[in-house]
């Protein structure tokens, strides 16, 4: 079901732009994003309900912008002039929406302010360059819980035809990572586990943003910016669980063998794939039941939990019974559950 829209985090995006920087598009050999805006919807990002487009609503009226629909990437499509004179920024405001496979659309769209400001040179007369990320995404994996300090990948931009020596570049997560689970590296661009409590139950992926200046300055201007993702593999860190470790159920005597139900036992694991895929098994509670196996009346299907008949009930024989169902999970992990099954006189008597 579709029930949750896309929301943005953050709603509100600033970057400015040096004058007569070169344009660059979605279909451009060198891309280099203004800005990258990211929304988030909570439905699996597996159906249609959890993917998400992008669009510009307002503040392109002149065609200066264009946008990745998918990757939400903004990028500049003509060149920007700053006006001559002016201490003041050229300024363009952008309304962006995001909008999810069943149409459902964000409550708050995000608001992009980009500002043109003049081409400037650094404190010897360099002119100030433009990094440019190697990759336009990054993908990368980490387990739930990895350890602090665990290394989850490296993201890399360059300087064209300049000394990197002159020009160092730096590196910084701007937007993407609200719980703080990740650090990289301003210098190397390596990204790394800064939290150790990463939880896949609450995250199965992230979407990072992560810019790049370069010069020993750092100017609003000479950013460039990529998307990281980062998918969070699951642990076998939950363990099947009954809603009640114990459970007393009234039963008829007269339950059909062939297709009758006696009850379905039924345990949740909040882990993911084969280690949230859950198998059942039943065994008598007492001694004399199991040391008599054969004449255990009761089985359970390994998968559903239906717990059946093998052979029918009689009141005036045996009137309650206990059993153990058990819920094993695909890491072998596993819980238990004590029924009591009480059985019901049906038979009919007639009194004279």
């Known amino acids: 079901a579709n029930d949750n829209i896309p929301i943005f985090y953050p709603r509100e995006y600033k970057v400015s732009v040096g004058e007569n920087v070169l344009p660059s598009s979605a279909s451009s050999s ?6 990258i805006v990211a929304a988030t919807d909570l439905d ?6 959890g993917q998400i487009e992008y669009e510009i609503k307002s503040g392109n009226e002149k065609n200066y ?32 929406t995001a909008t999810d496979g069943g149409g459902r659309e964000s409550k708050e769209a995000a608001m992009v302010l980009i500002s043109v400001v003049p081409q400037q040179s650094d404190s010897i007369g360099h002119m ?33 035809n300049d000394d990197e020596d002159d020009q160092p570049i730096s590196y910084s997560i701007y937007s993407g990572d609200p719980d703080g689970y990740f650090t990289i590296d301003p210098r190397h661009g390596t990204i790394s586990v800064k939290s150790s409590s990463i939880d ?43 809603p009640s470790p114990t459970l007393k159920i009234s039963v008829p005597e007269n339950i059909p063998i062939d297709n009758g139900t006696v009850f379905v036992a039924y345990a949740i694991d909040y882990d993911s794939d084969n280690f ?6 039943l065994y008598p509670a007492t001694n004399h039941d199991s040391d008599d196996r054969e004449r255990f009346p009761f089985i359970i ?4 939990g239906h717990v059946r008949l093998r052979r029918s009930l009689d009141y005036e024989t045996r009137n309650e019974y206990q059993i153990r169902v058990v819920a094993i999970d695909g890491g072998q992990l596993s819980s238990e559950m004590l029924v009591h099954i009480f059985i019901q006189d049906v038979s009919i008597r007639q009194y004279v």
Do not use: C, W
């Open 200 to 242: 896949r139950e609450k995250h199965s992926f992230l979407l990072l943003n992560v810019q790049a200046y370069a010069g020993r300055y750092p100017g609003p201007y000479r950013y460039a910016h990529t998307q990281i993702n980062i998918t969070i593999l699951d642990e076998n860190d939950n363990v099947p669980m009954f």
């Open 128 to 160: 100030i360059p433009t990094p440019i990320f190697l990759q336009r995404q990054f993908n990368f994996q980490v387990i739930e819980n990895v350890a602090q300090g665990a290394i989850v990948g490296t993201v890399r931009a360059k300087i064209d």
């Open 30 to 35: 060198q891309i280099n994003p203004l800005v």
């Open 44 to 49: 699996s990002p597996r159906s249609p309900f």
């Open 65 to 96: 912008f264009d946008i990745d629909r998918k990757s939400g990437e903004i990028f500049l499509l003509k060149p920007l002039s700053a006006i001559p004179g002016s201490s003041s920024h050229t300024q363009y405001k952008l309304t962006v």
């Open 276 to 281: 949230g895929r859950i198998r059942y098994q």
């Open 301 to 304: 299907e390994e998968r559903t």
